[in-house]
């Protein structure tokens, strides 16, 4: 396994190498923005992020199959920014299954082993172990040919935690193929599997409810940019940027377009109350500003009480377990999620903000 760092790294399809050495160019199409990193040896990480976010070429990069623009990339302190990727020691799992289908299932696991010259009795040996944590040890005989597609897959799997040394497993969205009920157990296989063989995985995913169940850490991305790092409680309660708020979460965050006074976050009429310091801060900062309040932590009242700001109810839908409700504040839509039935009897209500539910934000960005 290895600490794996990026240094003022950036990338550009367009641009050569030479073009950014030392400098920033304005205007610059990028694939991936200037960044620094660290993923911890022993870490389970998920790339969460929209198709073209540049996910899959920050993977690469690690991988060694694409050389960045700029910056460095350092495995345990040593610089392999010039190393190809054979001389990185990575394993790398893609969207579809790699695999042999004219060998055996116990072949397919066995041929990084015996490609490194590795002794039958430790290939079997590690093979055994291998299939037995992805339920493959009554398919080991079979050929690959005639297996199902999630277990095709799991070879695929298996073929990149066979390997003991590898500095880091890498996931490019390895359950896309796969049937939504074997993606549940095979999310859960993964994080047994981490958490047994404490390897360094780094997995890359436009689904959130992969990324939140599977890794330790989430970096969430848009744009080609990382705008927040962190757990999936983190990410949650305290998005660092509107894109995070809007994508975590089912609905999104509610960002509310505000006035700013040194007290309170003006919307039409109605006015929430705003700490001094985070208001003057964000002043400093500039707008436009927004208020950020997830539909989980808004009361949704039939009747007017202290610190409540009223609301026109445009639907209610009942979901079962919650209900969801459209509402509009000053002719600005949100959702409210409330978890049990609401009797309203005219499209009038009023809506009361848990405290320090309401975040303040400045640019798109978080005033902490």
């Known amino acids: 396994m290895a600490r794996i760092e990026f240094i003022d790294l950036a990338h550009s399809y367009s641009l050569p190498s030479s073009a950014l050495r030392g400098r920033v160019r304005e205007g610059a199409s990028w694939a991936l923005r200037p960044m620094n990193i660290t993923w911890n040896d022993g870490g389970a990480y998920a790339l969460l992020g929209p198709s073209g976010c540049g996910k899959t070429t920050l993977l690469n990069i690690i991988s ?32 579809f299954p790699v695999i042999y289908d004219t060998m055996t299932v116990f072949d397919n696991l066995a041929f990084p082993l015996r490609n490194r010259g590795w002794k039958a009795a430790d290939i079997g040996k590690r093979v055994q172990e291998i299939a037995e944590i992805l339920e493959l040890s009554g398919d080991l005989k079979h050929r690959a040919s005639g297996l199902t597609a999630d277990a095709k897959q799991k070879i695929s799997l298996g073929r990149g935690l066979v390997r003991p040394d590898v500095a880091a497993i890498l996931f490019d969205e390895p359950l896309t193929v796969i049937d939504p009920h074997l993606k549940w157990l095979l999310r859960r296989k993964l994080k047994q599997i981490h958490q047994q063989l404490k390897l360094s995985l780094i997995y890359v995913t436009h689904d959130q409810i992969e990324a939140l169940t599977f890794a330790d850490t989430v970096v969430v991305m848009t744009q080609g940019e990382i705008v927040q790092s962190g757990t999936a409680q983190e990410l949650f309660e305290a998005p660092e940027h509107t894109f995070v708020g809007h994508f975590i979460g089912n609905p999104g965050m509610n960002f509310l377009s505000c006035e700013l006074t040194n007290d309170a976050a003006q919307i039409g009429d109605q006015a929430f109350t705003v700490d001094r310091d985070l208001a003057s801060r964000a002043l400093t900062n500039g707008g436009p500003f927004k208020l950020g309040i997830r539909p989980e932590f808004i009361e949704c009242l039939a009747a007017e009480q202290p610190n409540t700001q009223r609301i026109t109810i445009r639907s209610v839908h009942p979901m079962g377990t919650h209900t969801m409700i459209s509402a509009q504040l000053e002719k600005q839509s949100l959702w409210i999620k409330v978890r049990h039935d609401i009797r309203l009897s005219t499209d009038t209500a009023w809506m009361r903000v848990a405290h320090g539910r309401a975040l303040l934000y400045a640019n798109e960005r978080r005033i902490a």
């Open 64 to 95: 060694g199959l694409i050389t960045p623009t700029r910056g460095k990339v350092l495995f345990d302190g040593q610089d392999v920014t010039a190393l190809p990727p054979q001389q990185r020691n990575i394993a790398q799992v893609f969207q």
